[in-house]
T-cell receptor, first 115, second 117 residues
Framework: NAGVTQTPKFQVLKTGQSMTLQCAQDMNHEYMSWYRQDPGMGLRLIHY???????DQGEVPNGYNVSRSTTEDFPLRLLSAAPSQTSVYFC??????????????FGPGTRLTVL | AQKVTQAQTEISVVEKEDVTLDCVYETRDTTYYLFWYKQPPSGELVFLIR??????QNEISGRYSWNFQKSTSSFNFTITASQVVDSAVYFC??????????????FGQGTTLQVKP
């Protein structure tokens, strides 16, 4: 199993550009989520999904869109990048049994810089 | 409010010292889960432990131990005889059961541990 994979590992964008961060998992997990990590702030939830076709907002959703057309994939779209979106982005997945309290498996992260 | 506080931003110890990382949480829910994750310099997040709110037994895994006290809303992590390889950022996190089966993780700010040889 590859676990949770993310592409790209690094990305530099100019303000106003759009891009999609890819996330895939091969563990058949129902739950997938995106977090951003900023210095001194831990990780904050952007969007999450409890299954194909179902998504919802987390703590910091503004400026980001997601969709979940398959169980395996959960891409994160930046519609018009801003310098405030410079961050490290992590995708995570887990089983939903147990009230959604299972261990989440994290991808290796994408380091995004917006100039 | 649902919140996790790791008051120690950075800790520096010398190898073989014991070190405790503090974690204090807030939640209205009576059922919740607490986690610790490790983020080594390579950047990935490594799961260390999950503990539910009904299990207050302390847990030991090798040099790692966790002390869960509901009375003080704390879930502290101790590394015994620290090693250079323990140098990392450690995150405490909370999933309230009442978050509607969504599995949201609420993270603390993280504690950077530096173990010097």
């Amino acid at each position: 199993n590859a676990g949770v994979t993310q592409t790209p590992k690094f990305q530099v964008l100019k303000t106003g550009q759009s891009m999609t961060l890819q996330c895939a998992q091969d563990m058949n997990h129902e739950y997938m989520s995106w977090y951003r990590q900023d210095p001194g702030m831990g990780l904050r939830l952007i969007h999450y999904s409890v299954g194909a076709g179902i998504t919802d907002q987390g703590e910091v959703p503004n400026g980001y869109n997601v969709s979940r057309s398959t169980t395996e994939d959960f891409p994160l779209r930046l519609l018009s990048a801003a310098p405030s979106q410079t961050s490290v982005y992590f995708c995570a997945s887990s089983y939903l049994g147990g009230g959604g309290t299972n261990e989440q498996f994290f991808g290796p992260g994408t380091r995004l810089t917006v100039l | 409010a649902q919140k996790v506080t790791q008051a120690q931003t950075e800790i520096s110890v010398v190898e073989k010292e014991d070190v405790t990382l503090d974690c204090v949480y807030e939640t209205r829910d009576t059922t919740y889960y607490l986690f610790w994750y490790k983020q080594p310099p390579s950047g990935e997040l490594v799961f260390l432990i999950r503990r539910n709110s009904f299990d207050e037994q302390n847990e030991i895994s090798g040099r790692y131990s966790w002390n869960f006290q509901k009375s003080t809303s704390s879930f502290n992590f101790t590394i015994t005889a620290s090693q250079v390889v323990d140098s990392a950022v450690y995150f405490c996190a909370l999933t309230p059961r009442g978050s509607g089966n969504t599995g949201k993780l609420i993270f603390g700010q993280g504690t950077t541990l530096q173990v010097k040889p």
